[in-house]
């Protein structure tokens, strides 16, 4: 297990800069997930922590140890790419013992080796078998066997369940968090589905555009988001976003729309966002914070999302599962004061 | 819509199918023919070799198929001629180790190119590519010269040097390694391979439908090769088989019938490579995005 820290890191392809002074510290045997839009550059930064790509400058320390000019080999990290890279050639065995062939390892040490990883896997039966004779969940397994045999002190997955469908990307997770907590080394984990990255971590770092937009547990990240991108980033659906002005006693929207929320930490003429999740904004028949009419309704079972026009601005809010609103009613839509998230129109930034 | 209309509609139907149906069976035809005439057309010379080398020379100009009086004479002439076996071995020897240092070096050059970046990479590549466009028979000369200048002439070394390396593999090579995705190798590397074990352990078993190709158009290629060891070979112990077959023209006549078994068995090697390695050469020849 082992410490990972990154110091102002930077990447530039020619002029072109990517990362822009990334600072992050991951504690040992912690499950870091990287999340994103695609270009924001957490892929980037995983392919420098593991050697692939060159740091342009800042630093990478592994365990305590700078790394930047070391080989990927003498690092002591395991990566799961996107596309498994399991070699088609190679039996199941052959596969995840290909770590092993530089070590110092005898034969039955390795086979030992090997048939423990395929244990804990459940490929034992498949050992003999060719990639092309696996499912994408087993071939999956036998790339995550392949980074486990070696037992490194940190384990780098790149993107590892994009290929899977979504059964058995569920199943997947569960698998890698069991992992986790089986063996309990360091993971840096890198997606771009808030899902995965919600479900699985310990602390999420939501990235865009080479920046860090904030770092926090999920429901840090959740609850208390830093900024407008993180606010509408996670969570599905996305977080609703209302533009206003602070009046003399309540807040006054873009869409004429005023509301009421507590002004102390506001002054007047600010110009200020309003979140609000659909979770939270729920659709009641006669209180609420304003009200709109139902231009669309999704059924999900024991919920349905409303999709309310609010004066010209669409928001999505929570109804009923059993009473769903219908299309064309009017409908008044309330949040508790503690579910409301204010940001700085200016910056983007969050008024706690 | 009446029964009537609905009647005359089916007809209509009908009659469009079979219509269409009349066009696909001309075109399958038209198409099965031009493939027998170009079969025919490549097939022929091959049967013509083979009828001569069963005819005593009384009967070689006539065009019959089958002989008249067959004979394994020819072959045994042949066989028992000292210096065929020798030709062949020559051609063998020639054929093989020029095909395994083509498969090592185009690989390893083609590798480079597709997977290493480099000042000046695109220009390397540009450059082996553009000598795909200078004929051999430009090259006869300064190849001549350097092997005279070398003390090559009438050498194994002599013979094959100018085709240990071909720019048509290293294109070939270079194209196929575009299909075996970085990851693999990036796996490889982190798992503490260096270059030489990732091309050798990852990247080559990965290609070889391409190597198997590269394979026969190389063997093929110098086992029936002629002008150059024609050129660089002065001694009938250093021919090849192509060149070493020609002695049985002589200036009186030409023994067409010992020829023609000559080739007839110098195409057993050729055959046996081509049958191992014919599932390859089709895959190799379209992953490479070439016509064959």
């Known amino acids: 297990m082992t410490t990972v820290v990154l110091k102002n890191l930077v990447k530039a392809y020619g ?5 822009h002074g990334i600072d992050l510290e991951i504690k040992s045997g912690e499950f870091v997930v990287l999340v994103g839009p695609s270009g924001c550059g957490k892929s980037t930064t995983l392919r420098m922590i593991a050697g692939l790509e060159e740091v342009t400058s800042g630093e990478i320390q592994i365990g305590g140890n700078l790394v930047n000019d070391l080989e990927p080999k003498d690092r002591d990290i395991a990566m799961v790419f996107q596309n498994y890279a399991i070699y088609p050639h190679m039996t199941v065995r052959k596969n995840i013992g290909f770590g092993l062939r530089t070590s110092k390892l005898s034969k039955t040490e390795r086979d030992q080796r090997i048939d423990e990883v395929a244990a804990i896997l459940e490929l034992t039966n498949l050992l003999e078998r060719k990639p092309n004779q696996l499912s994408g969940g087993q071939r999956q397994r036998v790339a995550m066997g392949r980074a486990m045999v070696r037992n490194p002190s940190a384990f780098l997955f790149d993107e590892p369940l994009s290929n899977l469908d979504a059964q058995l990307r569920t199943q997947m997770r569960l698998e890698i968090k069991k992992l986790h907590q089986r063996v309990g080394n360091t993971i840096i984990f890198v997606t771009h589905d808030q899902v995965e990255a919600m479900t ?14 904030q770092v926090g547990t999920p429901l840090e990240v959740f609850y208390q988001p830093a900024n407008t991108f993180v606010a509408r980033f996670i969570g599905a659906p996305s977080m609703n976003m209302l533009n206003g002005e602070v009046g003399g006693e309540d807040l006054q929207l873009d869409n004429g729309t005023r509301m009421s929320v507590p002004l102390n930490k506001l002054s007047k003429g600010q110009k200020i966002t309003v979140g609000l999740r659909p979770d939270d904004l729920l659709v009641k028949e006669n209180e609420g914070l304003f009200s709109g009419k139902v231009s669309l309704v999704e059924p999900l079972g024991s919920d349905t999302l409303a999709y309310v026009d609010v004066n010209g601005t669409e928001v999505i809010a929570k109804a009923s599962g059993r009473f769903p609103p219908a299309i064309g009613d009017r409908v008044n839509l309330h949040s508790a004061a503690e579910n409301i998230h204010l940001f700085d129109s200016n910056t983007g930034e969050a008024i706690q | 819509m009446t029964a009537a209309d609905s009647l005359d509609h089916n007809s209509q139907m009908t009659s469009l199918r079979s219509a269409a149906k009349r066009k ?21 010379p091959i049967i013509y070799m083979l009828s001569t080398s069963l005819k005593y020379p009384f009967e070689v100009y006539n065009l019959n198929l089958i002989p008249e009086e067959p004979t394994l004479d020819n072959y045994r002439y042949v066989l028992e001629d000292g210096r065929f076996f020798g030709w062949f071995t020559n051609s063998l020897v020639i054929a093989t180790v020029t095909t395994l240092c083509n498969v090592l070096f185009d690989s390893l050059v083609g590798y480079v ?34 092997s005279s200048a070398f ?8 013979i094959m040097f100018p085709g240990l390396m071909t720019a048509f593999g290293t294109f070939l090579m270079k194209q196929f390694f575009e299909t075996v995705p970085d990851d693999f ?12 074990q990732i091309w050798w352990t990852v990247a080559m078993p990965l290609v070889r439908p391409a190597l198997a190709a590269l394979a026969i158009f190389v063997f093929l290629g110098n086992w029936t090769a002629f002008i150059w060891p024609l050129i660089v070979t002065n001694s009938q112990e250093m021919y090849t088989l192509p060149v070493g077959l020609t002695t049985f023209s002589v200036e009186a006549q030409v023994e067409w019938e010992l020829i023609m078994t000559g080739a007839a068995i110098s195409t057993i090697p050729t055959l046996i490579v081509f049958l191992i390695f014919q599932r390859y050469i089709i895959r190799g020849v379209v992953m490479a995005g070439l016509k064959g």
């Open chain 2, 151 to 158: 003390g090559w002439l009438d050498t194994y070394w002599g």
């Open chain 1, 15 to 19: 002029n072109t800069q990517v990362l």
């Open chain 1, 200 to 213: 699985m971590a310990d602390r999420i770092v939501i990235m865009k555009d080479g920046v860090i937009q």
């Open chain 2, 185 to 196: 190798l990036e796996a490889a590397r982190i798992d503490g391979l260096n270059e030489l």
């Open chain 2, 24 to 44: 696909r069976s001309q075109a399958q035809f038209i198409r099965w023919l031009l493939l027998f005439t170009g079969g025919i057309a490549m097939v022929m």
């Open chain 2, 113 to 146: 190119l597709c997977k290493y970046t480099f000042p000046g990479r695109y220009i390397v590549f540009i450059a082996i590519l553009s000598t795909l466009m200078i004929p051999t028979e430009m090259l006869v000369i300064p190849w001549y010269l350097m």
